[in-house]
């Protein structure tokens, strides 16, 4: 895992905003057309650590979130996905929440090793969607991949 400490960013993890936070690793993961097990495994170990000593601990363990990532898939196969990103902004409150979710898409992303065009243009709409500037989501995204 890399040192962006999402956990950070978010003082008050209620379940609209995991489920937010799962449904932008899920467009993370997907955006290169297939969901390696590496990214699957850092969503999970992200959760996990981020609702780890939350009430939302015992929904993790119990596999809501998997629910949660199943259900968004699906609703991104299906052409949902203004829908999905309309969700995300709507369930976050601008600055840290926002910068958690982006910072979990790069961190999703950059999971299997490799982080394609496709997956940098869903980092420019998540930016752009989560009214996150440019050059910040930038920053960011140097900060997730190299570990500061």
Not at 46 to 56: I, N
Not at 121 to 137: G, K, Q
């Amino acid at each position: 895992m890399t040192g962006f400490d999402v956990g950070a960013l978010i003082q008050d993890l209620r379940p609209a905003a995991l489920e937010a936070l799962v449904d932008t690793m899920v467009l993370a993961a997907a955006a290169d057309g297939e969901i390696a097990d590496e990214e699957r495994a850092e969503m999970l170990s992200r959760l996990a650590q981020l609702t780890r000593e939350s009430a939302l601990a015992e929904s993790v363990a119990t596999g809501a979130p998997v629910n949660r990532f199943e259900q968004t898939l699906a609703r991104l196969e299906s052409g949902e996905r203004a829908a999905v990103l309309d969700g995300v902004r709507n369930s976050l409150t601008p600055g840290g929440p926002r910068k958690a979710a982006l910072g979990l898409a790069v961190a999703i992303m950059a999971a299997d090793g490799i982080v394609r065009t496709s997956e940098r243009e869903v980092i420019l709409e998540l930016a752009e969607a989560l009214e996150i500037d440019r050059d910040e989501a930038a920053d960011l995204v140097v900060a997730v991949t190299r570990g500061d």
